[in-house]
Structure formats: C-alpha cells, structure tokens
C-alpha cells in the first residue's frame, strides 16, 4: 500500500498583480499552476534559475503569502480554506529557513530570545522549561551555550544560518522548507550546513523542501528533484533517474552546468538566450525560445507534465 503524502501541491498558482513587478496591465505569473507530492520524511529538490519561481512556489506552500489559485494538502487538510485559528496551529508544524540569516533574524535580539520565540508565540513551556529547551537547540546544530547571549552581528553567516536552523525546528516540525540555505554561505561552511539538514532529517524525520539552484548540492541532499522553469515543473524524478537519464533539454542544460574535472567537460550544453519575462510568457512551451531542439508544435501548444517512465514526469512533446 503506498504511503499518502505528507503535503501535495494540485495546480498551486501564484501571480502578482502588474505594476513595479511586471508589464503594465499583466500580472506575473511566478508560479503558473504546478502540482507535486512530499512524503513524510522525504526531501524533494525543487530546482532551476533565477526567477524560475521557486521561492515563491516554497512561501505559497507554507502561505506565507497567498496562493491565487489550487490546493494545498496537508495530511488531507487543504490549507487554503483553513480559519486562521486551524492555521496557526498547524505551523508548528511547517518550518522554514531562509536564504539570508542576517535579514531573518531581529538584530536587536540576543540570539537566545531569537530561538525561544517559537516557544512563546505558541505558549510552550515556562521561562526557565524554554532557556533549557533553547540550550538544547544550540547544541543540536553545534552551537555552545554562550552564544545564546549574543547578537546577530557578532556570529559569522555560517553560525547564524545554524541559529536560523535551531528556531526551524525548535518545535518539532514535520515538513520544513529550506529556501536556498547555503547559497550565501562560503564553499567550505555550505558542507558543515548541509551535513548538519542530513542529521537532522535522519534523527528526527523531517520532510524538506529544498530549494536550490546548486545541482551539485541537490544530487548530495535530495531524494526526488523537480525541476522549474518559468512557472512551472517540466521534469520530476528520483535523484538518480534525473541525474543519470533526465529528458526535458532544459534540465540537461542544468546537468551540464555542474563542475566537473571528468574528460570532455568542454562539450556542455549551454542554453542561448534570456529567460522570457513573467509577466509575458511566450505561447506554447515556455522553455520553447530557448530550446535547441523545438518545433512548431512547441511554440503553438503547452506540454503536459506526463509520465515517460516509472515515477518519471517530463513535459516535452520530443521527449514523451
């Protein structure tokens, strides 16, 4: 019997009204009605360029900001129609951690009060029961005791990430949504991070949505990867099915950006052209302007995401 998702996005859709976003009289359509599932425990990459909408897809599923459009099911709840009271509840529940640790955090704040919120927003605990519960915290993503009595500006970015980190599961969440968390750190702190998600998921189960625009990182952390473009997911599949056989050309142009010292590296596949606005999509497939291998269809009808092999979804009419 197949285990039921923990969290399933049907036709999430999130466009922003035109003005300073987009073209005038155009909304932008950052993510332009996808759909994927997220078993408990599981991590699921969600991956592509700048823009591609996957922050936004990551904030819509927690509604962190609000959907326009599709469902949100959380073990059958969908989140959408939930009272603000049902709502809040179910936050303890659903975490995230941001990209930039300086901006998440108050920086007025002692790094010990930043962690213990959680606590106190949701009425947990005494003074004292929280401090002990903080001090565990810190020590769980390698942090000593005394930090809790800092202050932002005085930790480097790789310590604060692991305070934001601390507060993400200070309340023992199930899913959390890990929006770029080692992006902006150094090369040598962004494995300490990263080893640090892969502990935490095996101690305490949690889901992730890992958000990234690192291959290389996400072939490391991720067990299924759903790849965005413009709006939407062209390709999702096992880590090593889309590693070793992905089919959608964009994904394959993704693929050959990762760094590699293997012979014939030179030969990459390198995708021509600008990523098309939001706010004025080009008709058909959306990846078609840019596409190496297009036809006329592509540029006159939309691909459905279907099922080319077990458990492996791509829309592309060439690749089907």
Sequence with gaps: ?????????????????????????????????????????????????????????????????????????????????????????????????????????????????????????????????????????????????????????ELSGGQLQRVGIARAIALGPRLVVADEPVSSLDVSIQAQVINLLLDLRQSLGIAFLFISHDMAVVEHFCDRVAVMYLGKIVEIASRDRLYTASRHPYTEALMSSIPTLAAGAKNRKVIQGEVPSAAAPPSGCAFHTRCPIREKRCQEEAPELRESAPGHFTACFLRE
């Design 1 to 153: 019997m197949t285990e039921p998702p923990l969290i399933e996005a049907r036709n999430l859709t999130k466009h922003f009204p035109p003005g300073n976003l987009g073209a005038k009289g155009h909304p932008v359509r950052a993510v332009d009605g996808i759909s994927f599932t997220l078993r408990e425990g599981e991590t699921l990459g969600l991956v592509g360029e700048s823009g591609s909408g996957k922050s936004t897809a990551g904030r819509a599923l927690l509604r962190l900001i609000e959907p326009t459009a599709g469902e949100i099911l959380y073990r059958g709840e969908d989140l959408v129609k939930l009272p603000p009271a049902r709502m809040r509840a179910l936050r303890r529940e659903m975490q995230i951690i941001f990209q930039d640790p300086f901006a998440a955090v108050n920086p007025r704040r002692r790094l010990g009060r930043i962690v213990e919120e959680p606590f106190e927003i949701h009425g947990i605990g005494g003074r004292e029961e929280r401090r002990e519960k903080v001090r565990q915290l810190f020590k769980q993503v390698g942090l000593p005791d005394d930090h809790m009595e800092r202050y932002p500006h």
